[in-house]
Every structure is written in structure tokens, then in C-alpha cells.
């Protein structure tokens, strides 16, 4: 039976491009289509990617809801019967008018596990899940970024050490994604095509072991 994967994230799940403001990148570059692919036709994963997006913080600041805890239920919802959850979130959580704690994002991306494993599924198991660390905010010399975005590097490297820890905890699958991917230097947060498709493409054997494709 086809499998379903929910794909929950931010702008670099949504698939935005570094350099120029408003355009994504083309639908086969992003990782949730590569991930798709790499899953052999065995698949289906469902993108849910919003720019701005947190993993439970508020932006009043942003004419949508970016809070991923308050949205999840709602996408569990409307897309199950779900087999997995991979999330990768946080980077917008570095902001410092936000959270600016990678420990504090990964209380979020906790939070983010229980509403998956609590939701009321129907005559199903909840789906598995897979937390991914995003990749490093790097220097650059962008003047649209945070005052802080010196401090957002520095916590944005220690997102992988904490989200491990939750992952062990909670009996989720881990990635790294800043393994495999490093953001552009044109704003020093978003992925040119290459690195984001790197992403899908590292994901794929991980969940083809996880649901046993």
C-alpha cells in the first residue's frame, strides 16, 4: 500500500530562493520532491512549507499564523491516514524577537512530537517521526536580517546537539541536515537548489529503512 509523508517546515521547506526575493525554487529542486523520488514511487509526500514558520512561537509581525504547533492538528487532519512526520524547523525560532534559543526550539520541536503522537488518529497507529536540524545560518551581508543575526549563527549550530537529544528521547529518527547543505551566502539563511534538493535526497534512505520500503 502507498505510503503518505507529511513533509512540515519553513521557507526552506516551501523551497525560497536566496537571491531573489519572492521566487521558490522550481517544484522538482525542492526536498520533499526529492525525497518523493527517492522513495521509488513507493510514496507520497505531501509539502507543507511556510516561510516565517516556527516551531511553537508567535509572530505577531506576520500577516499569517506562524506557529507550528497551532497549525499541526489542523494539517494532521486534512492529510491523514499519515505514515510519517519528518519536521525541520527552527531557523526562524534564532530570531531574537522571537525565541533566539536553540535549546528553547527544541522544547518546541518536543511539543511538536506530542501533538503528533497524541492527535486522535482513526483506527491507526500514529505516524513515525523524523526530526531534522536545518542548516547553519552563515555570515553574509544581506541588510534585511535581524540586528542579532551574529547570535543566530552561534545558536543555530547548537540545533542539531539539542534536537538529538529530544529525537533519543522520544524514540523519533534523527537527521542532521547541516551535513549535507549549507545556506547561501546571498542572505545567509535560504538554500540555492542543490542544497536544498541534498536534503530530500540524504532523507530518502532514512525513511525507506523507517516504514520499510
Not at 516551531?55 to 506576520?62: I, K, N, W
Not at 526550539?105 to 513515525?128: D, H, N, Y
Request: aromatic share 6%; net charge neutral; with cysteine.
Amino acid at each position: 500500500m502507498m505510503k503518505t509523508i507529511l513533509a512540515f517546515g519553513d521557507s526552506l521547506t516551501f523551497g525560497t530562493d536566496p537571491v531573489v526575493q519572492g521566487r521558490r525554487h522550481a517544484y522538482e529542486d525542492r526536498w520533499p520532491t526529492r525525497l518523493e523520488a527517492g522513495l521509488g514511487g513507493k510514496a507520497r509526500v505531501i509539502a507543507e512549507g511556510l516561510g516565517g514558520r516556527t516551531t511553537v512561537f508567535d509572530d505577531f509581525a506576520s500577516p499569517s499564523d506562524r506557529n507550528g504547533a497551532r497549525v499541526l492538528p489542523t494539517l494532521l487532519a486534512s492529510h491523514e491516514p499519515l505514515d510519517a512526520v519528518v519536521v525541520m524547523l527552527g531557523t526562524n525560532d534564532m530570531k531574537s524577537h522571537i525565541c533566539g534559543s536553540a535549546f528553547s526550539a527544541a522544547r518546541g520541536m518536543r511539543r511538536l512530537v506530542e501533538i503528533v503522537r497524541t492527535f486522535p488518529w482513526a483506527a491507526m497507529p500514529a505516524p513515525q517521526v523524523v526530526l531534522v536540524s536545518p542548516p547553519h545560518c552563515i555570515e553574509t551581508t544581506s541588510p534585511a536580517l535581524d540586528p542579532n543575526f551574529g547570535q543566530m549563527i552561534a545558536e543555530s549550530r547548537q540545533l542539531a546537539t539539542h534536537y538529538r537529544r529530544v529525537a533519543e528521547e522520544t524514540g523519533c529518527r534523527f537527521f542532521d541536515a547541516a551535513t549535507v547543505s549549507k545556506a547561501s551566502p546571498a542572505d545567509g539563511v535560504h538554500l540555492d537548489a542543490p542544497n536544498t534538493r541534498a536534503i530530500g535526497d540524504a532523507l530518502a534512505p532514512i525513511v525507506k529503512d523507517m516504514l520499510g520500503l
